[in-house]
């Protein structure tokens, strides 16, 4: 069983930084990708990033410019740096993994952490 753990979310002024972080564990025979998917109250859940490993980045339009995704292969650890924030950019924020284990191929997700944004 592959577990994601997130960390970093909080409350922030319009304009602000935060910085999220989420880590990999479990039974991960390789990590395919990773990222950030966010959902504001009543909305669907939305892409923000996803880093394929070797890969191209996918991001929400929205937050270009305004973030940096990196990823440390050595702690299965995926890291998303954003700035400028917005108030629409406020919600909970789920970390994302593509991973292979020994059931195959698989999508796994985080508990979510809450990203406010004070205007």
């Known amino acids: 069983?592959?577990?994601l753990v997130e960390s970093g979310g909080g409350e922030v002024q319009a304009?602000?930084?935060?910085?999220l972080s989420c880590a990999a564990s479990g039974n991960i025979f390789t990590i395919v990708g990773m990222g950030w998917y966010r959902q504001a109250p009543g909305?669907?859940?939305?892409?923000?990033a996803v880093l394929?490993?070797?890969?191209?980045?996918?991001?929400?339009e929205s937050m270009k410019g305004r973030l940096t995704i990196s990823m440390?292969?050595?702690k299965n650890t995926v890291y998303l740096q954003m700035s400028g924030l917005k108030p629409e950019d406020a919600g909970v924020y789920y970390c994302y993994a593509n991973v292979t284990g020994p059931d195959g191929l698989g999508d796994v997700w985080g508990q979510g952490t809450?990203?406010?944004?004070?205007?």
């Open 72 to 74: 440390n292969s050595d």
């Open 114 to 119: 809450q990203v406010t944004v004070l205007s």
């Open 1 to 3: 069983q592959v577990q």
């Open 52 to 60: 394929p490993v070797g890969g191209s980045l996918s991001y929400a």
């Open 43 to 48: 909305k669907q859940r939305e892409l923000v």
């Open 15 to 19: 304009g602000g930084s935060l910085r």
